[in-house]
């Protein structure tokens, strides 16, 4: 062989090693950008179904105490707003995790709010059904906690990653941004004591 040959060669495998390395790169990003997807889907899975929760202890206060009007109104608004609040995960911005942020904290007050009902009417403190949701809405809001804390993982995996090189050229090449990290309040977990 000669030298020509064996440049050319090289060449060629240097730029299918490259090739390989990109390929296998940006595999690598679209997987990790999936698993930051389906992640915050089991964020949004899991403030949905507190809604619900909540909507059913509101109607379950509502039954007992209907001279509570106001906190019964805020708490049914707060529920429908939380109801109402999607976001989709290919366009997760600092502003959207804001205002989800502000409709869980106001739907966490309601519920505050009516739990300080329910204690004043001892009807409600006994009531098997009450105290069964409000330990579902506990356990619910432990739920949100790992879900989030998974979602802050596996946002952090991601922008790491596309922050190191050779990844970092894959991802402007190919348009992968940093993902916005959603770091909620402390104490709005604790909301159902």
Known sequence: MTR????IILVVGVILLLVLLSVSGYNELVMKDETCKKQWSAVESRYKQRA?????????????????????TRATRAVNQALQVKISPNNITQTSINELQIVQNNLSLALQQLNTVSERHSELKTNNDLLVLQSQLKD???????????????????NVSISRFPANVIANLF???RKTVFDVEKGIENISK
Do not use: P, W
């Open 52 to 72: 619900d929760l909540a909507l059913k202890y509101v109607n379950k206060v509502k039954d007992y105490a209907s001279h509570e009007q106001e906190t019964l």
């Open 140 to 158: 619910m809001e432990n739920q949100i906690a790992v879900e989030r804390q998974c979602y802050a993982d596996v946002t952090g995996d991601f």
């Open 175 to 177: 348009g992968f941004e």
């Open 4 to 7: 020509k040959t064996i440049s």
